[in-house]
């Protein structure tokens, strides 16, 4: 595996970070839905409400950056890899805006907030389910023929997607336990400290068991993960994780606010770290490479052109709100 840092390459790059910017910034959001009914009814449900409020909709941006990157440079992989996952990608879609909806109804319709709130923990468990079920599928190969998908309807559903979209569902919830105990104050951020110390063990058992059998999907993964001289590299990965872990534990054990969350994203970034090491520089695993799959270099420049101004510019807004709202948060939507 070489890198060659071409129009492709740096496409793969900005989409990577994309997808890797709506996981952390929306998997937040989407634990807090995901852990929604652990939290007693009133004000500590509107605290962990209040807690995404100002921020929740506008994650979404980086998913539609993905999307939309994937498809305008390099369309081939999104011709194959979308019929692949029409199913969970689709019922990822509705996910979404059911919760959208219930978290805007919730506030407007006190009387049936009860149906709301399970609508937001149905939402949110179902769109963080379907986002690791599609990762998995793509890990464990699409097949191709052709230039199109060449599989059926449920190639996608094995037991491998299922154990991906529990675990991503078990992060997901971390994130949104470590999120509240950084934003929130009193019994709301009690509850979410007592929350992570369960979910957080559990997320590392994820881990591990999601680790140990994504070699055996692949010869190209075993050999990335146990062959030399790429297991010098990729050792490297499951060291820092332990290490990450030891020091999670830690934070929560002193009650640092900042720390677990922060930790938390390492964790993630680590393990999409893994992920590339698994999957470059193929969009299909052992079928389309991103220069396979690759627009024409003009398209490819001119995209650019508009990434080089868009980007900045979200990054901007949007740290800009995370600002803005930067303090604690209670029941009553204050900062």
């Known amino acids: 595996m070489t890198i060659n840092f071409d129009l492709a390459?740096?496409?793969?790059?900005?989409?990577?970070?994309?997808?890797?910017?709506?996981?952390?910034?929306?998997?937040?959001?989407?634990?807090?839905?995901?852990?929604?009914?652990?939290?007693?009814?009133?004000?500590?449900?509107?605290?962990?409400?209040?807690?995404?409020?100002?921020?929740?909709?506008?994650?979404?941006?980086w998913l539609v950056l993905g999307g939309g990157g994937l498809m305008a440079a390099f369309p081939l992989a999104y011709a194959i890899v979308l019929p692949a996952l029409y199913p969970p990608i689709i019922a990822m879609l509705l996910a979404l805006i059911f919760r959208g909806v219930a978290f805007e109804f919730r506030w407007r319709d006190p009387k049936h907030r009860a149906f709301w709130d399970l609508a937001f923990t149905g939402g949110s468990f179902m769109a963080a389910f379907t986002q690791g079920i599609a990762l998995g599928a793509l890990?464990?190969?699409?097949?191709?023929?052709?230039?199109?998908?060449g599989g059926g309807w449920?190639?996608?559903?094995?037991p491998f997607t299922i154990l991906t979209g529990i675990s991503t569902v078990i992060a997901y919830a971390?994130?949104?336990?470590?999120?509240?105990?950084?934003?929130?104050?009193?019994?709301?951020?009690?509850?979410?400290?007592?929350?992570?110390?369960?979910?957080?063990?559990a997320t590392l058992a994820a881990i591990v068991a999601v680790s140990l059998a994504t070699p055996f999907l692949d010869a190209t993964y075993f050999q990335r993960w146990f062959a030399m001289p790429w297991v010098l590299l990729s050792a490297q990965v499951p060291l820092l994780v332990s290490l990450a872990?030891?020091?999670?534990?830690?934070?929560?054990?002193?009650?640092?606010?900042?720390a677990p969350f922060l930790i938390a994203l390492f964790i993630f970034l680590l393990c999409f770290a893994g992920l590339g090491i698994s999957m470059f520089p193929y969009v299909v695993p052992d079928q389309i490479?991103?220069?396979?799959?690759?627009?024409?270099?003009?398209?490819?420049?001119?995209?650019?052109?508009?990434?080089?101004?868009?980007?900045?510019?979200?990054?901007?807004?949007?740290?800009?709100?995370?600002?803005?709202?930067?303090g604690k948060v209670g029941h009553d939507g204050y900062h």
């Open 139 to 149: 890990l464990q190969g699409i097949a191709v023929s052709g230039r199109a998908y």
């Open 245 to 258: 872990s030891f020091l999670f534990w830690r934070a929560l054990k002193l009650r640092h606010e900042r």
């Open 154 to 158: 449920l190639d996608w559903l094995t």
């Open 289 to 326: 490479t991103i220069w396979d799959a690759a627009a024409p270099e003009r398209s490819q420049v001119f995209m650019l052109i508009g990434a080089g101004i868009m980007v900045p510019i979200i990054l901007i807004y949007t740290g800009f709100s995370y600002w803005v709202f930067r």
């Open 9 to 61: 390459t740096i496409w793969a790059f900005i989409i990577a970070f994309a997808v890797f910017a709506y996981v952390v910034m929306d998997g937040f959001d989407l634990g807090i839905g995901i852990l929604f009914p652990a939290f007693g009814v009133g004000e500590e449900r509107d605290t962990a409400m209040n807690a995404i409020a100002p921020v929740w909709d506008g994650n979404e941006t």
């Open 174 to 201: 971390l994130l949104g336990a470590t999120w509240l105990i950084w934003k929130t104050e009193g019994a709301p951020q009690d509850h979410a400290w007592r929350l992570a110390r369960i979910i957080g063990p």
